[in-house]
């Protein structure tokens, strides 16, 4: 069975604090790993990895990807209260679209 | 474009009823999917079809639930008869169809539809 697993479970920061958040996976036929932000609503997407050791950036947002150890972090510097919500870490896998996910980070940014 | 269009967007029930969940897919996505999302386990994939036709449905819990997907504009979640412990919010998402690495493809989502079975 596919298993996707974040780090940790929740967080709280300050304004201006720097978060990194885990995803570690045990998956067969990988293809990708993509992370996506959900507030109220739908998860929305943020990035897609598929080659160890390349960054992916998108403003204070950035991501890698460590195919050798089987984890991606999410970086957030300089965290503002609009970064708060849970942040989804899923696996692509096989010649399809099935994607597997983890149960989430719930980040919080106080003032 | 409209994006993944789901409804209702909320529903509340009595346990024992019959529930039935709609979406419309992106135009021109062929594979579309259907999750579950609660506290606890967080979103699970039930089933997913590729060109209407269902690939993976291990994600399903039990005998209750049915999906059905007749043409490529429109898929149906359906519980019968309808628990407490259903009770969670219903995503579905849709992606175009691709085979191999094919970077920038992910998938959509829709707006969820939020199920509270009393």
């Known amino acids: 069975e596919d298993k996707v697993v974040q780090s940790p479970l929740s967080l709280v920061v300050h304004e201006g604090d720097t978060v990194t958040l885990n995803c570690s996976y045990e998956?067969?036929?990988?293809?990708?790993l993509l992370w996506y932000k959900q507030e109220k609503k739908a998860p929305t997407f943020l990035f897609m990895l598929?080659?160890?050791?390349i960054e992916k950036k998108s403003g204070r947002l950035s991501s890698i990807l460590d195919k050798k150890e089987l984890f991606s972090i999410l970086n957030i510097t300089a965290t503002q209260t609009g970064d708060s919500a849970v942040y989804l870490c899923a696996v692509r896998t096989g010649g399809g679209n099935k994607l597997t996910f983890g149960t989430g980070t719930q980040l919080k940014v106080e003032l | 474009d409209a994006g993944v269009i789901q409804s209702p967007r909320h529903e509340v029930t009595e346990m024992g009823q019959e529930v039935t969940l709609r979406c419309k897919p992106i135009?021109?996505?062929?594979?579309l999917f259907w999750y579950r999302q609660t506290m606890m386990r967080g979103l699970e994939l039930l089933i997913y079809f590729n060109n209407n036709v269902p690939i993976d449905d291990s994600g399903m819990p039990e005998d209750r639930f049915s999906a059905k997907m007749p043409n490529a504009s429109f898929s149906t979640l359906k519980i019968q008869p309808s628990e407490p412990r259903d009770s969670a919010v219903y995503f579905c998402?849709?992606?175009?169809?691709?085979?191999?690495?094919?970077?920038?493809?992910?998938?959509?989502f829709g707006e969820g539809s939020w199920l509270t079975v009393v």
């Open positions: 998402a849709s992606t175009p169809f691709s085979r191999g690495l094919v970077s920038g493809n992910t998938i959509y």
């Open positions: 598929t080659s160890s050791g």
């Open positions: 135009s021109g996505h062929n594979s």
């Open positions: 998956v067969t036929n990988f293809r990708s």
